[in-house]
């Protein structure tokens, strides 16, 4: 089997996902099928004939889907057959289901954008091959609902180049009406028939597994893991202090020299002595920026597929990440820094303009249906056409960025950079101490761009000026919920990249006032922006014999709407001023 490259014409291709929670068992092969009448709540097991399934599976060469836990593969007969993502889910494995599109040769585009932000620009090969004959039973409740559905499998694999493996397991796969209860009565029925719980997640980790670490998929040259380490986040190295910034007192344990035994590791906190001790700041930060990554992943594939706020919310992550390297930045390694948040505001710029569009566009639909003299049918679908024309303009070259090499080369260096951030020796004082005193270095700055707002007499420099406040508040909003423990603890990704801090009342309470400017200054904002592309299509309108007096109408009522965001504006930066 050859290198398979990306290709095709089936960008559009339709998926669908859906939960996986299933439990595997081996078995022997001499073993027969129990009877599951015995299931409590289990009313018909429905036997169904054998099928044969053949699929090959696809990682790159050096095997970066299988580091991330996610599984590719082109799977041929049975009802699924096509195209199947499967990647880690709270609670199971998310199974996204691509068909076919006609294709044998190549992984479709559709497919490929799923993984890209993986993958990158190294191409997908066949990595395994299996065959299996699938004999079905569904068990069903009372009223006919589908609780699991039991798969006795009897395997033929191989690894591209290795040997043969052949092995019979079984499966039980959670239905829409099952429960985590009758997958716990199928398991015993089964364990009491001779089966055992599977040593192997996967048919693919199997086969891998056997064939040993040289027929594995070599590492790429040049890639770093894209998994943070499976440790704590650790303490910054001695690199020298920011500026300003006083040594931290206390020295930093020395290497044992040759010869001498290595200090024993403290004790870990047991359940009856929890531990009160604080995180330093470079815990915390080293866990924002992985699970602000993995967030900004997260939204890749569906931006690349245009989903709904897909645009939005992977700006939001490219904002936060970047906040988190802005306000916390004299805690890192300048040259470093600098770099990513150059990369990360080039992103955020080419995520802008598709997002800025589709807001101009739905503020034209809700501003128009909120006239109660009513605008015209005409001029509405003008407003709401030209911005998705402009929004599809920009997402063609978004989609067209993202599969570039300055694209990959960013995330590249994320990678790099979340597993071993380059701190600074203060960061491993408090968490408190150290960030507070930088958010409240972001209140000041706030407030100065406000006072230079109220003070300007220009109305033009007043609103740009409004605006940097806008975007100031932001960024110490999202600086602030980044390494919030309420904000990143578990839930948001794995509980060992999960780090944070309580942050006090006094950053909290700035955080909520912080989001009040930010909400009112972004109506202001929105509804400046709305009529300035109301002035341009007033123009446009006229020539075309278009009603210039609904154009107007819609003008002047977005005064009534700039007032009310600056007075809610102004409120809310006088609450934030210290007394």
């Known amino acids: 089997m050859a290198a398979v490259p990306g290709g095709g014409d089936n960008g559009r291709m339709e998926a669908h996902s859906h939960l996986e929670i299933e439990r595997k068992y081996d078995?022997?092969?001499?073993?027969?099928?129990?009877?599951?009448?015995?299931?409590?709540?289990?009313?018909?097991?429905?036997?169904?004939?054998?099928?044969?399934?053949?699929?090959?599976?696809?990682?790159?060469?050096?095997?970066?889907?299988?580091?991330?836990?996610?599984?590719?593969?082109?799977r041929l007969g049975g009802s699924d057959e096509g195209w199947h993502i499967k990647s880690t889910a709270v609670g199971g494995r998310m199974e996204t289901h691509f068909p076919l599109g006609g294709q044998e040769a190549n992984v479709p585009e559709a497919v490929l954008d799923v993984v890209r932000v993986h993958t990158r620009s190294d191409p997908l090969r066949p990595v395994a091959r299996v065959r299996t004959q699938r004999t079905v039973v569904r068990l069903l409740s009372g009223v006919g609902a589908l609780l699991a559905e039991f798969c006795d499998d009897e395997v033929r694999a191989r690894a591209v180049g290795g040997a043969e493996l052949v092995w019979r397991e079984w499966e039980v796969e959670l239905g829409p009406a099952g429960s985590e209860d009758l997958l716990d009565g199928v398991e015993a029925v089964l364990l009491k028939a001779g089966a055992a719980p599977s040593t192997h997640v996967s048919k693919l980790r199997r086969v891998l597994e056997a064939a040993g670490p040289g027929r594995r998929p070599d590492p790429a040259p040049g890639r770093v893991p894209q998994t943070a380490p499976r440790t704590a986040p650790q303490e910054p190295g001695p690199q020298k202090p920011g500026p300003g910034e006083p040594t931290p007192k206390e020295p930093r344990p020395q290497e044992p020299k040759p010869g001498e035994p290595e200090e024993p590791e403290p004790e870990e906190t047991g359940p009856d002595k929890p531990s009160t001790d604080e995180p330093s700041a470079a815990v915390v930060l080293t866990a924002a920026l992985r699970s602000g990554l993995e967030t900004l992943k997260h939204w890749d594939p569906l931006v690349r597929r245009d989903a709904e706020d897909a645009v939005h919310q992977m700006r939001i992550a490219t904002r936060t990440l970047r906040s988190v390297l802005q306000i916390y930045g004299d805690l890192f390694a300048p040259e470093a820094c600098r770099r990513l948040e150059d990369g990360l505001r080039r992103l955020g710029r080419a995520l802008g303009g598709t997002r800025d569009a589709e807001v101009m566009r739905d503020l034209a639909a809700k501003r128009c249906q909120a006239v109660p003299e009513g605008i015209p049918a005409a001029v509405e679908k003008k407003l709401w056409a030209g911005k998705e024309a402009e929004r599809q303009d920009h997402l063609a070259r978004l989609r067209h960025r993202m599969c570039g090499a300055k694209y990959f080369a960013l995330f590249d260096d994320l990678d790099a950079f979340a597993q071993a951030p380059q701190l600074l020796l203060v960061a491993a004082g408090p968490a408190g101490q150290v960030l507070e005193a930088r958010l409240e270095r972001g209140i000041a700055e706030v407030l100065d761009l406000a006072g230079r707002a109220a003070a300007a007499e220009v109305r033009d420099d007043r609103i740009e000026l409004l605006h940097e406040v806008r975007k100031t508040a932001k960024r110490l909003r999202y600086a602030v919920k980044s390494v919030n423990i309420r904000d990143v603890g578990p839930g948001r990704g794995d509980a060992d990249q999960a780090a944070g801090f309580e942050v006090g009342p006094g950053p909290s309470a700035h955080m909520r006032l912080a989001t009040d400017v930010q909400d009112a200054l972004g109506t202001h904002r929105d509804s400046v922006m709305f009529q300035r592309y109301l002035r341009r299509s007033t123009g446009r309108g006229r020539k075309a014999g278009r009603n210039a007096f609904a154009y107007g109408m819609l003008y002047g009522a977005e005064f009534a709407v700039q007032d009310r965001s600056l007075r809610e504006a102004e409120a809310a930066l006088e609450r934030l001023r210290p007394a």
Do not use: H, N, Q
């Open 27 to 74: 078995v022997g092969g001499s073993v027969p099928v129990p009877d599951f009448a015995a299931v409590p709540g289990v009313a018909t097991a429905i036997g169904f004939p054998p099928v044969e399934l053949r699929a090959d599976y696809f990682d790159t060469g050096g095997g970066i889907l299988g580091e991330r836990k996610i599984t590719l593969r082109r």
